[in-house]
């Protein structure tokens, strides 16, 4: 299922694979939009910069995300100034605020076409029971001296009880935009694709990072890889996990509405539009659930083609995907130094489905950091911060599914019979007293993996959408035969020969 991004772009790079041994004085692991946007900068700065990316540029999440460009990012701001204050939550909303100004400038001063346009950016509800958390966050957000207004005039095809409503906010096409990046840096940054990079170490003068086949010697690196791979010192398995949703781009046969959209309450849908070959596509998203947990057609992409089908009865879907992001436990990403113990290694991570404006956040904070430069907005992302928490319903989500994947589930795991699974579809059956992940492909033919995850070793599950096996402790996914699809793991399952 590719997404309409990629599908609509035509790449005209095509990079090597990094062999041998090279110094460069930036390595950027990691080729999404946050990669390539701190690659921009300190390229433009005149450092000897590489990016090593295990996939393809901007073919991860960056490639299957909505790309509303805003710093709405859901009910957040009366969160905020309850938990942090209000310098602290102004703070937030002007690094994004900023962020939304330094992509148009990028885009003007270096021309790049990429279906830029501006929008006002809506969080509505059609519940009674939401309505005063709307009103709060008009509150908070006002407080903060930003102009939000209440309004129930929006442009969707359905009444809404309440909205809050941040203007000049704006959309547009993500790969179109970071190759645009790409465009102007290529003659000055060395770009690796299809290179994984498998460990990094600290040396005398900064670190080697190892790829299968060579190794980068760099003194600053960073970790632009969604979720980092290193385990410790860092600990991010701790304090983050994935949460995947999915999304349609319909032909309404309609005059689309302006605008970009999302419910203040579970469950979620959003909704922008896209002109796409000179037609204007509504792409609806939603389904939220945490990756590696249980979800089906139904209640997946059907979830989002019977919202078409209310509103817009001729509509026909003409792309489905789905992609995941990293979620923190207090909602604010990890931004700036790794770990105190990893001088010169930064990391930008826990987007929390924002990554649009805080990929720039993070490259601006990134850049001055390498650069010695003070950035006004780096404690509030602080990614070494020690503090209380804030949010237990996420320490749930983390922790208690982690235990529960780790050891509960091995111990007692659900095991299906062989000829229970269905053909086209999997699940773990128990041969000679071992856990074996199956798949039997449309024409019974079998594959089978050990189904344990090879980033921290929980119990994978079946993920009958995509026909993954998917970690449901920090969201690796794995096709169905054995090859690593997502991080934070970077080793395939080990493969069984079965007949
Ligand atoms: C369904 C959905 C909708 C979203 N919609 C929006 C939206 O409307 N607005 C918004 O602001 N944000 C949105 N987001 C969030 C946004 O898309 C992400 O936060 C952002 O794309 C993340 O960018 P990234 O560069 O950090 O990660 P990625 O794009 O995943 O890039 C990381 C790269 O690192 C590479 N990599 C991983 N491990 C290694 C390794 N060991 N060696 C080398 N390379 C490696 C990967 O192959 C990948 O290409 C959405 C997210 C989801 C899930």
């Not at 946007?37 to 300190?42: I, P, R, V």
């Not at 937030?92 to 400038?105: C, D, F, R, S, V």
């Not at 235990?403 to 000829?419: E, G, Q, R």
């Amino acid at each position: 299922m590719q997404s309409l991004w990629i599908d609509t772009f035509k790449k005209t790079y095509k990079f090597p694979k990094f062999s041998g041994a090279s110094q460069y004085d930036v390595c950027i692991v990691g080729g999404g939009i946050f990669g390539i946007s701190c690659a921009y900068y300190l390229t433009k700065l005149g450092f000897q910069v590489t990016v090593l990316e295990k996939d393809e540029i901007a073919s991860k999440t960056t490639g299957h995300t909505t790309a509303k460009i805003t710093s709405q990012h859901g009910l957040l701001y009366h969160y905020l100034i309850e938990q942090f204050g209000i310098p602290f939550a102004r703070a937030y909303l002007e690094a994004n605020e900023k962020a939304i100004e330094a992509i148009k400038e990028i885009i003007d001063t270096e021309h790049i076409s990429c279906d830029f346009s501006y929008q006002n950016s809506f969080i509505y509800t059609t519940k009674p029971e939401e309505l005063q958390n709307i009103h709060d966050e008009v509150s908070a957000v006002q407080s903060l001296n930003f102009t939000c207004e209440f309004t129930t005039k929006v442009g969707l095809p359905f009444e809404v009880l309440g909205s809050c409503v941040f203007k000049h906010q704006a959309q547009f096409h993500p790969l179109k935009y970071v190759y645009g990046l790409v465009d102007c840096i290529a003659d000055n940054c060395d770009i690796f694709t299809h290179t994984t990079v498998t460990d990094i170490r600290q040396t005398n003068d900064g670190y080697v990072c190892y790829t299968e086949e060579g190794e980068v010697h760099a003194k600053y690196v960073v970790l632009a890889c969604h979720y980092p791979f290193l385990k410790v010192p860092g600990f991010y398995f701790l304090k983050m996990y994935q949460a995947s949703s999915y999304l349609i781009a319909v032909d309404t046969k309609k005059t689309l509405f302006d605008g970009m959209y999302l419910t203040a309450g579970e469950p979620t849908l959003s909704f922008r539009t896209a002109r796409i070959n000179g037609k204007e596509l509504l792409l609806i998203g939603g389904a939220d659930h945490k990756t590696g947990t249980y979800c089906n057609y139904e209640a997946s992409y059907g979830v989002l083609e019977q919202v078409a089908k209310t509103y817009y009865p001729e509509s026909e879907v003409l792309y489905r995907w789905n992609t995941r992001d990293c979620i923190t436990l207090d909602k604010i990403p990890y931004i700036g130094i790794y770990s105190h113990y990893m001088p010169n290694l930064y990391v930008g991570t826990g987007f929390q489905k924002w990554g649009m404006t805080s990929s720039n956040v993070a490259a601006n904070i990134v850049t001055d950091m390498i650069c010695k430069k003070e950035n006004p907005y780096a404690f509030v992302f602080s990614a070494t911060r020690m503090q209380p928490i804030k949010n237990r319903g996420e320490v749930k989500n983390m922790v208690v599914q982690s235990a529960k994947s780790i050891v509960l589930d091995k111990l007692n795991p659900s095991y299906l019979s062989f000829d229970e699974i269905a053909l086209n579809s999997g699940g773990i059956v128990q041969i000679n007293g071992e856990k074996v992940g199956i798949f039997k492909d449309s024409q019974g033919k079998i594959f089978a993996v050990k189904p344990v995850c090879t980033h921290l070793g929980c119990l994978l599950s079946w993920n009958d959408v995509d026909k993954t096996w998917d970690c449901p402790c920090h969201g690796s996914r794995f096709d169905f035969k054995g090859k690593n699809l997502y991080d934070p793991a970077i080793e395939n399952l080990q493969v069984y020969d079965i007949h």
